[in-house]
């Protein structure tokens, strides 16, 4: 968050659950806040923004874009908000994807790329992932799809994050099936399932 503002604690509380990949509590949060009632435009903008993240992360109903217009039409106007204004880029991608136009969301998500901060790694990772995903499900069967992938997958190695480390290396080995490279197939998911082992280990601990 920005220290610069003073930002309402609930929509502090529902960021961190949102960083923690646990989007309906942050969703339960947010849904009972009246929006027209927050003291500024600041504390309104970000609720649009965690509201649509929480909502799209959660596979909540989005029939409209409405909701991500008022974050990223602020922090377009806000110096100083820049990973803000990334996360606004990439779920107004996300919605845009929903709302059934994916080469609209993938300039959103190339945008939200050439915005974030060098090393705002969980939101580039996130961006580059969306964007090889779009790439193997609606536009070209070429490399473009492994590459984004494999970027998201560096990306995340970074923060660390095992939930996305985990759905790039099996969406890799998934591409790779794809094209009967079995050989890079089996490297990136034996990697997967030597992962998911691990992460079912530790929450059974």
């Known amino acids: 968050c920005d220290s610069r503002h003073s930002y309402d604690a609930r929509l502090r509380t529902a960021d961190s659950l949102l960083r923690v990949n646990n989007p309906d509590s942050a969703l339960q949060v947010l849904s009972v806040m009246d929006s027209a009632g927050l003291r500024s435009a600041s504390d309104r903008a970000y609720h649009a923004l965690l509201l649509t993240q929480a909502q799209y992360r959660s596979y909540a109903d989005i029939s409209s874009d409405s909701t991500i217009n008022v974050a990223l039409d602020y922090y377009k106007r806000h110096d100083g908000e820049q990973e803000k204004l990334t996360r606004s880029y990439i779920y ?27 090393d705002d790694h969980f939101n580039l990772g996130y961006a580059k992932m969306r964007i090889g995903c779009l790439y193997r499900d609606y536009l070209v069967m070429d490399s473009a799809d492994i590459l984004n992938l494999k970027q998201a997958l560096h990306h995340f190695e970074q923060v660390p994050d095992s939930v996305y480390i985990l759905t790039c290396l099996s969406t890799i080995g998934g591409s790779y099936v794809a094209r009967d490279k079995r050989d890079s197939a089996t490297l990136y998911l034996e990697q997967a399932d030597r992962l998911a082992r691990a992460l079912h280990q530790t929450a059974w601990e």
Not at 94 to 105: I, R
């Open 92 to 118: 107004k991608g996300a919605v845009t994807e929903v709302l059934g136009n994916p080469e609209s969301a993938m300039t959103y998500y190339k945008q939200a790329c050439s915005t974030a901060a060098p």
